[in-house]
C-alpha cells in the first residue's frame, strides 16, 4: 500500500489563513470615497469673477470665459467643455479645428469662493456673481 504525503499542519492553517484572507478582502467590495477633495459638482454652476475675468459653468457641462478688461463680453465668450472629478477640473476649449484640454486641480469649491490651480503655479481665486 501505497502511503500518502501528509501536509504539515503549519503549512495548512497558513493555507486556510490566505485563502480566509483572500475572501475577506475581496467581498469588501469598493469603499465609498471619503477624500476630502471631493467637491459638489452642483456648487460650479453659475458666474464666476476673477478681476475682469467671468466664467460661466452651465449644468449641460458647456461653459464660457471672457474678460471685460479686453473689451470681451459674455456673448464673446471662449466657449469650454467642462467636467469635474473630485478634485480635477477640466476645460476643453472650442476653437474652429481643435479642441484645447487644460487640467486643474480645485483647492476651494463652495457656495461663494473657486480657487483652482495647474501644474504650472498658476493660481486662479474666483468669486461666485450669480
Known amino acids: 500500500m ?6 504539515p499542519m503549519k503549512n495548512l492553517l497558513y ?19 471619503m477624500n ?7 456648487l460650479m454652476y453659475g458666474r464666476w469673477q476673477e478681476g475682469t475675468v467671468f466664467e460661466r459653468y452651465d449644468d449641460t457641462g458647456l461653459g464660457a470665459t471672457w474678460d ?11 466657449l469650454f467643455k467642462w467636467s ?9 476649449h472650442i476653437g474652429t479645428f481643435v479642441t484645447v ?3 486643474y486641480t480645485v483647492t476651494t469649491l463652495n457656495s461663494s469662493q473657486l ?3 495647474d501644474d504650472y ?3 486662479h481665486y474666483f468669486s461666485k456673481v450669480d
Do not use: W
Not at 15 to 33: A, D, V, Y
Open 121 to 123: 503655479g498658476n493660481t
Open 15 to 33: 493555507l486556510l489563513f490566505g485563502m480566509f484572507l483572500m475572501l475577506g478582502l475581496n467581498s469588501c467590495g469598493e469603499i465609498p470615497s
Open 36 to 42: 476630502p477633495d471631493d467637491f459638489d459638482v452642483n
Open 68 to 78: 471685460v478688461g479686453e473689451d470681451v463680453e459674455e456673448e464673446e465668450a471662449q
Open 115 to 117: 480657487t483652482y490651480h
Open 101 to 103: 484640454p487644460k487640467v
Open 84 to 92: 469635474l472629478d473630485g478634485s480635477t477640473l477640466i476645460h476643453e
Open 2 to 7: 501505497q502511503q500518502f504525503n501528509r501536509i
